[in-house]
């Protein structure tokens, strides 16, 4: 069984900063990213990194936002600083496609962490 366990969520003031990390019980392929889902609205990207180490982000966090991965430690983690309470959501990990002695898994998502940004 695969596993994705996202960390370092909480309660910030505006300006303030966070950093979630997603842990991965396989050997990860293929793009990682962050998702997140406010309260009434659909989920939406917040940012992706290739196997290779390219990066895209939302425009709503380009500048404040950082993704980077570390393959050796299965992890992948996002550094958001400069916090607005628009960034209030449940952050969600996800994998492309994970391998474990259980075989392929793919499109892998954790069970999400929260991030409220008071005003």
């Known amino acids: 069984q695969v596993q994705l366990v996202e960390s370092g969520g909480g309660l910030v003031q505006a300006g303030g900063s966070l950093r979630l990390s997603c842990v991965v019980s396989?050997?990860?392929?293929?793009?990682m990213g962050w998702y997140r889902q406010a309260p009434g609205k659909q989920r939406e990207l917040v940012a992706t990194?290739?196997?290779?180490?390219?990066?895209n982000l939302a425009d709503s966090v380009k500048g404040r936002f950082t993704i980077s991965r570390d393959n050796a430690k299965r992890t992948v983690n996002l550094q958001m600083n400069s916090l607005k309470p628009e960034d209030t959501a449940v952050y969600y990990c996800?994998?492309?496609?994970?391998?474990?002695?259980?075989?392929?898994?793919?499109?892998?998502w954790g069970q999400g962490t929260q991030v409220t940004v008071s005003s």
């Open positions: 996800n994998a492309d496609k994970i391998y474990t002695t259980s075989g392929w898994y793919y499109n892998v």
């Open positions: 396989g050997s990860i392929f293929g793009n």
């Open positions: 990194i290739s196997s290779g180490g390219s990066t």
